[in-house]
């Protein structure tokens, strides 16, 4: 019903949540045909990192409701540059990698009801920097496509505004 009238954007919200893994591809291929079929974008809403993998052209990684880090799926996965992105990518398990345990970052998130004034990831991160008790750092950009909120990368983001305004 929801692609009767030929949409531009399908927003597909945990399509595959407790779906087994064969189900899961079938609906994966079918939400790629259709999107061929009426030439439209898919948003895909998901906590599965496989899921992302397989189907992202562009990646936007959300924490305690804020974006914090957007890049191409390759930028995501090859060069994460946010803490909790690093930390989302260390926690996959990896084909042939024996391990006791799979990671996990520590700590929790912060109540929604009552958000801190500074970076929301501060209390979990083991990169937190004095600067970390300021502002809630800006979206600053890496790379034309690829985009952070952390002050660790605040450096490398006005070497690229220099290089830019230099043209
Ligand atoms: S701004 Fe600071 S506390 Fe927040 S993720 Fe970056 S390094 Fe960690």
């Known amino acids: 019903m929801a692609l009767s009238c030929n949409p531009g954007l399908i927003i597909a919200d945990e399509p595959t949540t407790a779906l087994d893994v064969t189900i899961q591809a079938q609906i994966l291929d079918l939400l790629r045909d259709l999107k061929n079929k009426i030439n439209a974008s898919i948003m895909l809403i998901t906590h599965d990192l496989g899921v992302v ?69 501060k209390n979990r991160c083991e990169k937190c920097m004095e600067i970390c008790n300021g502002a809630y750092p800006e979206l600053i950009s890496v790379t034309p496509t690829h985009k952070v909120s952390c002050y660790l990368h605040k450096k490398s983001a006005i070497t690229i505004e220099k290089i830019g305004g230099e043209k």
């Open 53 to 121: 993998a397989e189907m992202a052209d562009y990646v936007v990684v959300m924490y305690a409701g804020r974006i914090v880090e957007q890049g191409t799926a390759d930028e995501i996965f090859n060069k994460p540059k946010h803490p909790y992105t690093i930390g989302l990518m260390k926690s996959k398990p990896v084909l042939n990698g024996a391990v006791e345990r799979l990671y996990s970052i520590p700590g929790n998130v912060p109540n929604p009801i009552n958000l801190p004034p500074h970076c929301y990831f």
